[in-house]
């Protein structure tokens, strides 16, 4: 079976500090694509970032950086010196190759970022 | 460039009765996707279109059906509608066919049923 797990439902933090997002997924599959995803309180998702499962380099864009590790079938999302413009619901998905490239979500996790 | 337009934007229908949801993709994507998000979740894969054809499902009946046209836009259609079926539905284009591609998502109909 596919999932995505986000474990933290919602997390709080004072502007500047550093966030990690957690994201677990599952699947047999070898090769699949997973994604970051923002929704804003009031606003359409928005794309973050793309990685295929054999690209296991981290990637640094400005304050957002991302960990894929495949032994642990993560994807991990740190937002260095929060801001409050960073507060909103965060979507990690997984897109497999089969089955009409269907896109899981999770339940995302919602960032309250307090000045 | 004008982004993924869904259309309307709220709506309320009573159990029974059959909806037509709207999307038009953003210029120059030929792939939908269509996505229903319950209150504090996730997005759930509907179906996706392709060349007008469906093209892969998720775990949803058949009284929810859709439609691709030669312009890209397409339409989703539930009927016999159940209480459960009150949620945001999502539209997503994506510029090529392909489990890469990105998705570009609209605002999304919020259809409650009475």
């Known amino acids: 079976a596919q999932k995505v797990t986000q474990a933290q439902t919602e997390i709080s933090v004072v502007e500047k500090e550093d966030v990690t997002l957690d994201c677990v997924y599952e699947?047999?599959?070898?090769?699949?694509?997973l994604f970051w995803y923002k929704q804003p309180p009031s606003g359409e998702l928005v794309f973050l970032i793309r990685?295929?499962?054999?690209?296991?380099q981290n990637e640094i864009s400005g304050r957002y950086s991302w960990n894929f590790q495949k032994s642990t079938s993560s994807f991990n999302f740190t937002i260095t010196a929060s801001q409050v413009v960073d507060s909103a619901v965060y979507f990690c998905a997984l897109t497999l190759l089969t089955g009409g490239f269907k896109t899981i979500f999770g339940a995302g996790t919602r960032l309250f970022v307090k000045a | 460039e004008t982004g993924v337009t869904q259309s309307p934007t709220h709506l309320i229908k009573t159990r029974g009765q059959q909806v037509t949801l709207r999307c038009s993709s953003q210029s120059g994507h030929n792939t939908v996707s269509w996505y229903q998000q319950a209150l504090g979740q996730g997005p759930q894969f509907i179906f996706q279109y392709y060349r007008e054809e469906e093209n892969g499902r998720g775990n949803f009946p058949p009284r929810f059906s859709g439609l691709q046209f030669p312009n890209y836009s397409s339409e989703l259609n539930v009927n016999a509608l159940e209480l459960d079926d009150s949620a945001l539905y999502l539209c997503?284009?994506?510029?090529?066919?392909?489990?890469?591609?990105?998705?570009?998502f609209g605002e999304g109909s919020r259809l409650t049923v009475l």
């Open positions: 699947t047999r599959d070898t090769t699949y694509y």
């Open positions: 997503a284009s994506s510029p090529a066919h392909g489990a890469r591609e990105e998705l570009f």
């Open positions: 990685r295929n499962s054999f690209d296991e």
